[in-house]
């Protein structure tokens, strides 16, 4: 098994280049979706965000309030350091699970956003990373996302910077052109790790 960590910045591209993997017959572990997972309704994770945090983060359907939990733990570093205590080993207990489900020969692919930041690298065989210049990045966010360029540029300033991203990089894909461009590139990462794959271990 090839456990490959894929991450980018934020309108860098990398749902596209995950979406190409599976195609070609990657094993996706989603972190993002699986942190949404781990605090549904009814779920241990849900209770000790409500203990944490208070009845005020639910909506009236028991749901966890993403907005108003969001404007709570990002406005406070200690809070957010209390949500991610709550959320990461679920988030990494889920991945280990569903990465041992996979085959001995599987290329795995870990989809983790914040993989340079929190220093994840080390975790995996390689990390591939989905490149974007900042220009790139804004044009997407604002016209694909509908963000305003003030948004848009502080959730690129909350991210590391494409320098500290591009330093952990095994694997590098190019997104700075448009899709057709994108495709070939992802092939050609892709025949890297089956090959990789398919080596014995040393």
């Given at each position: 098994?090839?456990?490959?960590?894929?991450?980018?910045?934020?309108?860098?591209?990398?749902?596209?280049?995950?979406?190409?993997?599976?195609?070609?017959?990657?094993?996706?572990?989603?972190?993002?979706?699986?942190?949404?997972?781990?605090?549904?309704?009814?779920?241990?994770g849900l209770a000790a965000v409500v203990e944490a945090f208070g009845e005020d983060v639910l909506t009236s359907d028991g749901a966890l309030d993403r907005p108003k939990l969001g404007s709570i733990v990002f406005a406070d570093a200690a809070r957010l350091a209390t949500l991610n205590a709550i959320v990461h080993p679920l988030v990494g207990a889920?991945?280990?699970?569903?990465?041992?489900?996979a085959g001995p020969d599987a290329v795995v692919v870990h989809d983790v956003p914040l993989l340079t930041e929190n220093g994840l690298a080390p975790l995996y065989d390689l990390v591939v990373v989905v490149d974007a210049s900042p220009q790139t990045q804004l044009d997407r966010l604002v016209r694909l996302r509908g963000m305003t360029g003030d948004e848009a540029r502080a959730r690129m300033a909350a991210q590391a910077t494409r320098e500290q991203?591009?330093?952990?990089?095994?694997?590098?894909?190019?997104?700075?052109?448009?899709?057709?461009?994108?495709?070939?590139?992802?092939?050609?990462?892709w025949a890297e790790l089956t090959g990789r794959a398919a080596r014995p271990a040393s």
């Open positions: 098994m090839l456990k490959v960590g894929l991450t980018g910045g934020i309108g860098a591209g990398k749902s596209e280049v995950s979406r190409l993997l599976v195609s070609y017959g990657a094993v996706l572990i989603d972190a993002d979706k699986i942190a949404r997972e781990v605090v549904e309704p009814g779920t241990p889920r991945s280990a699970e569903l990465e041992g489900g991203r591009l330093a952990i990089a095994d694997l590098v894909i190019d997104n700075d052109g448009p899709l057709t461009a994108l495709e070939p590139q992802v092939r050609k990462v």
